[in-house]
């Protein structure tokens, strides 16, 4: 395997990953249809751009964490944002006992874990984290965190938009 740092998909992704991060980073917003439209858009490329992020496991140092207080300050902010838009509901679970109960969920928690993930390993690469580290951290994260809440966001933002 290449070197992710080297890859087009690797560039396409830590592209799209500082676009969207600039744009949480900037909430709260006063225009709520304008920031739906722009996150919309710019998580659907994250989303797109982690599908052709190819990595595998390095060791190495990792991506410092993002404190849980700079989480809670994104999340008020798109709270602030999103106002009556923020809750939702969804099916999560697709199979075992609690498959197919709707439950709620709250669009500025998934932004907000989407942008933690991300900003981490920005900051990482920004600090000299190795990039194959970087790479296999949202892979990971993709599969198996953010992933999912990336999905839900644009769910409920196209619905939210266009109802």
């Given at each position: 395997?290449?070197?992710?740092?080297?890859?087009?998909?690797?560039?396409?992704?830590?592209?799209?990953?500082?676009?969207?991060c600039a744009l949480?980073?900037?909430?709260?917003?006063?225009?709520?249809?304008?920031?739906?439209?722009?996150?919309?858009?710019?998580?659907?490329?994250?989303?797109?751009?982690?599908?052709?992020?190819?990595?595998?496991?390095?060791?190495?140092?990792?991506?410092?964490?993002?404190?849980?207080?700079?989480?809670?300050?994104?999340?008020?902010?798109?709270?602030?944002?999103?106002?009556?838009?923020?809750?939702y509901w969804s099916?999560?679970?697709?199979?075992?006992?609690?498959?197919?109960?709707?439950?709620?969920?709250?669009?500025?928690?998934?932004?907000?874990?989407?942008?933690?993930?991300?900003?981490?390993?920005?900051?990482?690469?920004?600090?000299?984290?190795?990039?194959?580290?970087?790479?296999?951290?949202?892979?990971?994260?993709?599969?198996?965190?953010?992933?999912?809440?990336?999905?839900?966001?644009?769910?409920?933002l196209h619905v939210?938009?266009?109802?």
């Open positions: 395997m290449a070197s992710p740092v080297r890859t087009e998909g690797f560039s396409a992704f830590v592209d799209a990953a500082r676009r969207f949480i980073d900037g909430a709260p917003y006063p225009d709520r249809d304008d920031f739906a439209a722009r996150a919309d858009r710019t998580l659907a490329d994250v989303h797109a751009a982690a599908l052709l992020l190819d990595a595998e496991f390095h060791d190495g140092p990792s991506s410092p964490p993002i404190s849980h207080e700079d989480w809670t300050a994104r999340f008020d902010a798109l709270s602030e944002t999103l106002g009556d838009w923020s809750t099916v999560f679970e697709m199979e075992g006992p609690e498959a197919g109960e709707a439950i709620e969920h709250f669009l500025d928690d998934d932004l907000a874990d989407v942008w933690r993930d991300l900003k981490a390993g920005l900051l990482g690469l920004d600090a000299g984290v190795a990039p194959e580290v970087v790479a296999w951290e949202w892979r990971l994260g993709h599969r198996i965190h953010w992933g999912r809440h990336a999905v839900e966001a644009i769910r409920a939210r938009r266009f109802e």
